[in-house]
């Protein structure tokens, strides 16, 4: 089995430290950011560690926690998607200095201890800076794809500002992950700012909309037709109906991108990954779902660790527990130069 989605938790902004250029290792304290913490949801809230991987004294699990995890469900590989919020800072010199600081503690602290693990390259905001971090860290094969937040971007995702991303992807062999989460720098919704939280979670099936649409309207799968994408987090049941309305609206109107040659499931279905969890269908409608998706070839077992999301009732069949991302990650079996 392979788990595609796994999230390591950064304890403290005092552990990212070590792995800082001495410039923003002194910025912690010349910036008064200590004690600043950028988690995906507040430290202790249920849906940021599950109640059964909470460690014993309270605070997020650590790697002896993850690798008795894998020990049990009998994962031979987890690909780490680390999801500190490191994308919220927007001086873009910073934002490189940290992400690089984050992907370096990934390597240093998590991939070093245990062969079954692979991370994402944490990219940068700006694409220059995405570009030098791709080429820094793609020499280490136990990094198998970039990730980006699928609301991360001033641009959306399709726009040619980002395609030097798409070229280095494509000369190393990587899969682009685009994950549920935002930067904040525009409404995650498409009316503006939600209030809640629950408005905030549901919301990220509209950035996963835009992605896709943005990507395929402007062309990038014909100018990268080797580029993979996944969709992790992004729920699965949209997906259809979504495609159906951006083909019939395509047939109407395809004279304005005359690049686009085939209908836009053709396009989804050869370069669209998602990750199975959340599965968004009660347990009775996965059959139904499963068909009208169809893309049992490009669904991947993903438990959110340790969030403990993994659904139980998709069909436990080797193509989805294995063979997809074997087919998807050719660097699964890599190692450190």
């Given at each position: 089995m392979i788990d595609t989605d796994l999230h390591p938790m950064l304890p403290s902004l005092e552990a990212l430290?070590?792995?800082?250029?001495?410039?923003w290792a002194d910025a912690i304290a010349q910036r008064g950011l200590e004690g600043f913490?950028?988690?995906?949801?507040?430290?202790?809230?249920?849906?940021?560690?599950?109640?059964?991987?909470?460690?014993?004294?309270?605070?997020?699990?650590?790697?002896?926690?993850?690798?008795?995890?894998?020990?049990?469900?009998?994962?031979?590989?987890?690909?780490?998607?680390?999801?500190?919020?490191?994308?919220?800072?927007?001086?873009?010199?910073?934002?490189?200095?940290?992400?690089r600081g984050l992907n370096d503690w990934i390597r240093a602290e998590w991939l070093a201890h245990d062969t079954r693990l692979r991370a994402s390259i944490i990219l940068p905001n700006e694409p220059e800076h995405a570009v030098a971090e791709i080429e820094r860290l793609a020499p280490d094969h136990r990094f198998v794809?970039?990730?980006?937040?699928?609301?991360?971007n001033e641009?959306?995702?399709?726009?040619?500002?980002?395609?030097?991303?798409?070229?280095?992807?494509?000369?190393?062999?990587?899969?682009?992950?685009?994950?549920?989460?935002?930067?904040?720098?525009?409404?995650?919704?498409?009316?503006?700012?939600?209030?809640w939280v629950m408005e905030d979670a549901a919301a990220s099936q509209q950035g996963f909309q835009s992605a896709l649409a943005s990507l395929i309207t402007e062309g990038v799968f014909v100018r990268f037709p080797t580029l993979r994408v996944v969709f992790a987090e992004s729920g699965c049941t949209w997906l259809p109906a979504f495609l159906w309305r951006l083909t019939k609206t395509w047939k109407g109107v395809r004279f304005e991108i005359p690049w686009a040659a085939e209908p836009p499931t053709d396009t989804a279905r050869r370069h669209i990954w998602l990750t199975a969890t959340p599965f968004d269908a009660p347990d009775d409608a996965v059959p139904a779902a499963l068909s009208q998706l169809n893309m049992q070839d490009r669904l991947l077992h993903a438990s959110d660790w340790p969030h403990a999301n993994d659904p139980t009732a998709l069909p436990r069949t080797e193509k989805f527990l294995r063979d997809n991302a074997i087919a998807l990650y050719p660097r699964l079996g890599g190692t450190s130069p």
């Open positions: 430290r070590p792995h800082l250029e001495p410039l913490e950028s988690q995906s949801y507040p430290p202790n809230s249920p849906r940021t560690v599950a109640p059964q991987f909470r460690a014993a004294k309270g605070g997020f699990p650590a790697l002896p926690a993850l690798q008795s995890f894998l020990d049990e469900t009998g994962a031979t590989h987890g690909i780490l998607n680390c999801l500190y919020g490191v994308q919220l800072i927007f001086n873009a010199d910073m934002n490189a200095g940290f992400t794809q970039a990730l980006r937040l699928v609301m991360g641009l959306q995702h399709g726009r040619r500002a980002h395609w030097p991303i798409y070229e280095a992807l494509i000369r190393h062999d990587l899969p682009l992950c685009l994950h549920a989460g935002s930067a904040y720098r525009q409404p995650v919704t498409s009316l503006g700012w939600p209030s």
